[in-house]
């Protein structure tokens, strides 16, 4: 018997597939940049700043969705943001120079920043506390596939058609998901909500894009480590300034009570730490196969499909496991698990058989899928409706800045190892430094999760 698919099924579907849009074309782009760089008569090195130019939008636009989904109402914000993401895409592709596609990449950029947080609002919003656990199941996977799938797309289309299609793609996904979300997605809008809070976005954005600016800086390593570190400075300072500012002004951009909610302060503390820890392996697994054991960056990119797989294989189960189990004690023991698979890539060497390797990457991700669904879902477990549109803002950027620094971490770990003396002629020892560095980060991501309280997420988990 076929299941009937209810109004929040598909919307849940919905918001995942725009989502997946946006995440995928956070790393889609690599492996087209030799082509690309062809085709606009510059260096490939040069096409870094259209990468850099998404990821830095990102970071410094998601801040504003909430207030913006408050004031003007979650279905026009939302259906803009499909729209201006599509029609960026589109001029993407018609790009015939660097200037130009850097300006169509923050376009671009500005879309997604709406699109995906105020997209997870409006599934919020609708679901019941009860059914929350299956539709963050199905916000959480593009997070997970999107970054593992990028590399293999990118380097398939540049290899066998031409790199324009690469954002091209969208504009068919993006033209009929902007009709879908005009039926299905309600159009809530407080007409009394608070004025625009410039000195918190213009912190809180500055520092945000301080902050990812030192990762791409860090993660490309074509710029000086002083400069990484002055933006991280520059980042750290202004992101206090304006936590500062939040926390003290009667009508803030977005409010931070959310962070005093255990639950919700686990996935922004521990879930960040966890979130840099898996942000590094989909940069650092096709580098060490690529440098050190030979593979082409096609086949070393694929590789990582056993990563999807594990992803796919955890979801049937994940709705069972967490109500056998609860919430406190998967975190903690898959935490572990996790951290442990991240540790096991140091152990591989050039006679481990491929199938081994496999099983390693299989089963992270299965550990990885489990995780980020757990933490998902338990930071909405206790935050009531008049504070979920901030928490929800509060959390798309901790898990925007993560992902963006994970990057970051998995690159200067490997540098770290590059730097340790060690055979000239052994290149896998420096990823093998890199990985038990990822691995220790990722343990240190589980101390939040011993404060909290046995039954912390049991109202929707067990529900």
Known sequence: MIPILTKRSALSLLVAGTFFMENL??????????????????????????????????????????????RFGTRRIFTLAIAT???ASLACGLAGSLPIFVITRIIQGIGGAMMVPVG???????????????????????????????P?????I????????IFWLNVPLGTLAFLIALKLVPDKADESS??????GFLLTGGGLFALMYAAETISHGHRGVAMALAALLVGASLTSLGVRHLLRT????????????????VTIWGGSVFRLGIAAIPFLIPLMLQIALGYSAFAAGAMLMAVFAGNLTMKPMTTAIMRRFGGRRILIVNGLINAAMIGACALITRTTPMALIEAILFAGGMARSLQFTVLNTIA???IGDEHMADANTLFSTAVQLSMGLGIALGALAWRIGSAIPTDHADTLGPFHIAFEIVAFVSVLGLIDAFKLNAKAGDNIMRA
């Open 380 to 382: 909405f477990a206790d």
């Open 120 to 150: 997870r609002l409006a599934v919020l919003r609708e679901t019941p506390k009860t059914e929350l656990v299956r539709a963050i199941a199905v916000l959480t996977w593009p997070a997970l596939v999107a970054p593992v799938l990028g």
């Open 152 to 156: 293999p797309v990118g380097g398939f």
């Open 194 to 199: 608070r004025g625009f809070d410039w000195p």
């Open 85 to 87: 993401f599509t029609l």
């Open 158 to 165: 540049a290899q066998h058609g031409t790199w324009p299609w």
């Open 250 to 265: 009667p009508n803030p951009m977005f409010d931070l009570s959310a962070l005093f909610t255990p639950t919700f302060a």
């Open 25 to 70: 074309d956070a790393t889609v782009v690599t492996p087209a940049i030799p082509a690309m760089a062809r085709s606009f008569s510059v260096q490939p090195v040069d096409l870094n700043i259209g990468v850099s130019a998404y990821m830095l939008t990102l970071g410094v636009f998601i801040p504003i969705s909430g207030w913006a989904a408050e």
